[in-house]
């Protein structure tokens, strides 16, 4: 375990069983759709969980990233989202699948699905590989969820305090002093 840890809360093999079973799932639930779900992930927490979830989508689906910040002169009832980066291509009639590392708040997901309705996606669901639901301040439906987690702050598997732990293999909560 890392030094800056003071448990690992959810381990490498659990997330990648998990990750199996949600690719799995989605691959179930599209498997009659004509065209395939465009997966586009939130950077760049949710790049590993990402990548360990695609080996298991058996469908042809298409990849593509945005990154989203807070805009810090918003206000928190109406905090708004600055787009760091954009989606590459049209969305239009599409149906979309937000992979996201972990939802809190819940605002930055419903800002970023306000985004994707604008485009004109024709059907919108979110995985994420964690829940925080105690902490949410506004409604968002999470359709896959990999694990739901208490209210602790936690890195690892693209994770990040500072931007440092995102490359751990495994989801722990940092020492109370370290933050
Ligand atoms: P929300 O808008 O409050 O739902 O925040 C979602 C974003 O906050 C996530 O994509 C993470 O970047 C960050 N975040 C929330 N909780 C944690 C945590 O426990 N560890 C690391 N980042 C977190």
């Given amino acids: 375990m890392h030094k800056d840890l003071k448990k690992i809360l ?9 990750c199996l079973e949600l690719g799995q799932q989605i691959t179930d639930d599209y498997k009659h759709d004509v065209e ?6 939130l950077l760049k927490g949710s790049v590993p969980f990402l990548a360990e979830l695609v080996k298991y989508v058996n469908l042809d689906i298409e990849l593509d990233f945005m990154d989203v910040s807070s805009y810090a002169g918003g206000t ?3 905090r708004d989202i600055r787009i760091l980066k954009d989606l590459d291509r049209s969305i239009k009639g599409k149906n979309i699948i937000i ?12 800002a970023v699905t ?3 309705e604008n485009k004109g996606a024709s059907g919108i669901k979110v ?11 506004v409604t968002v439906e999470v359709d896959y969820v990999g694990f739901e987690i208490p209210n602790e702050f936690v890195v690892g598997f693209g994770l990040d305090y500072a931007e440092k732990y995102r ?9 109370d002093e370290l933050y």
Avoid: M, Q, W
């Fill in 114 to 116: 306000k985004i994707l």
């Fill in 76 to 78: 928190e009832s109406t």
């Fill in 36 to 41: 395939p779900p465009i997966f586009i992930a």
């Fill in 127 to 137: 995985v994420s590989l964690l829940d925080k639901p105690v902490r949410r301040e």
């Fill in 99 to 110: 992979v996201e590392d972990i939802v809190d708040t819940g605002r930055t997901l419903l």
């Fill in 10 to 18: 959810i381990d490498e093999k659990s997330i990648i069983n998990r």
């Fill in 167 to 175: 490359n751990l293999p495994y989801v722990g909560v940092l020492k």
